[in-house]
Structure formats: C-alpha cells, structure tokens
T-cell receptor, first 110, second 115 residues
C-alpha cells in the first residue's frame, strides 16, 4: 500500500522569501515521487520527478526536492518565491497507480 | 506537440442522466488515466487504459466506466448521475503504461456539475 501526506494545507510566504512545502510518503516498495502544481482553472503541471536516481531533484521554475528515505520525506523548496508561484501543489507517490496528497495552497504576499 | 485535450470543458447535467467525457492524449502516448477531483476528496484515481485495455482501476462504483480506442483516444462514461459526481475530471497521458514508470501529462479537465 502507498500513501502520501502533505503536512500543511496552506502556506503563506512573502515574495522573495524561501518556500518549503512538506510531504511525507508511505510505500511498501521503492516508489516514484512527483510534485505537481495546479493553477486556478488549469490542469496539473509536472514540477519534478524522483525515480531512484539522484536524491536531490531539480525541477522547473527554480523548484527542487530532496528524497530522504530515512525520513520518508520529499519536501519541495524554492529559494525565492515569486507572485506567479501562488497555486495548489500536490505531492504524489506512485507504485502501481498515482496517489495524490491533499494539496498545499501556496499564497505569495507582495 | 499539442498537449492533452479534453472535451467538453464544462457540462451541466441533472441527476439520473448519463454523461460521456472525451480525452485525446499527446501524440504517441499510449496510456490514458482518468482522475476525479473534488474539494472534499481531493484527487482520486479512476482508471488507466493502455492499448485499449483497462489496466488499473480505482475504488469507484460500476457507474463509472471508460474505454480506449485504437488511436489511444479515451472516453469515460458516468451513468445514473448523482449530485456527488459533480467534480473536475482530469485526464492524463503517458508514453507507456504504468504511472510509476512514466511521467503523466494532464489535460485542463472537464468541469461536471450535476443538478
């Protein structure tokens, strides 16, 4: 069985400050892990993907995530938030099918 | 390359009716998956089709069904609509089968409202 928990339903940061979106996963097998972003009234866009290669994964728009097996975590970070980063972010664990976290809404204040 | 397209984008139906949603994957992609997104339940996996065969199914009642055509286009059907079926239905395509092995690319979704 596999599952994913996003630890914060809402994160608010100021523009130019770091972003941290937290994700813990549970899986009986070595999973693939993803972060997707969803802007209002849009589909999901892939930010980055981990598939057992490098533990630090770089994605689009300056985002990156680190896979920590000992902590079963896959937190998403960005050094400096931009107004356009405001959106819903989903952490996903996948073995046979994709299991989505509940999502974290990121608000960026000017 | 064109992305995943879904038609229609918006639908309004009444309880008891049935509905068919369509998804055209990215050219060359052979796997199509469907998801339901609601405020209460979040994103839930419905089913995956690969080479015209259903390969994986989520925990949804039999009123939800789908199919895939030889050109990889897919349709999903919901019969006897209930109010709780109101949701954003997302389609995703990937090159090969199995979400674990491949990146899924999502369409913009079909917003279904059941009155």
């Amino acid at each position: 069985a596999q599952s994913v928990t996003q630890l914060d339903s809402h994160v608010s940061v100021s523009e130019g400050t770091p972003v941290l979106l937290r994700c813990n996963y549970s899986s009986s097998y070595s999973p693939s892990l993803f972060w997707y972003v969803q802007h209002p009234n849009k589909g999901l866009q892939l930010l980055l993907k981990y598939t057992s290669a490098a533990t630090l994964v770089k994605g689009i728009n300056g985002f990156e995530a680190e896979f920590k097996k000992s902590e079963t975590s896959f937190h998403l970070t960005k050094p400096s938030a931009h107004m356009s980063d405001a959106a819903e972010y989903f952490c996903v664990v996948s073995v046979n099918d994709m299991r989505f976290g509940a999502g974290t809404r990121l608000t960026v204040k000017p | 390359k064109a992305g995943v397209t879904q038609t229609p984008r918006y639908l309004i139906k009444t309880r008891g009716q049935q509905v068919t949603l369509s998804c055209s994957p990215i050219s060359g992609h052979r796997s199509v998956s469907w998801y339901q997104q609601t405020p209460g339940q979040g994103l839930q996996f419905l089913f995956e089709y690969f080479s015209e065969t259903q390969r994986n199914k989520g925990n949804f009642p039999g009123r939800f069904s789908g199919r895939q055509f030889s050109n990889s286009r897919s349709e999903m059907n919901v019969s006897t609509l209930e109010l709780g079926d109101s949701a954003l239905y997302l389609c995703a395509s990937s090159l090969e089968r199995g979400a674990a092995a491949d990146t899924q690319y999502f369409g913009p979704g079909t917003r279904l409202t059941v009155l």
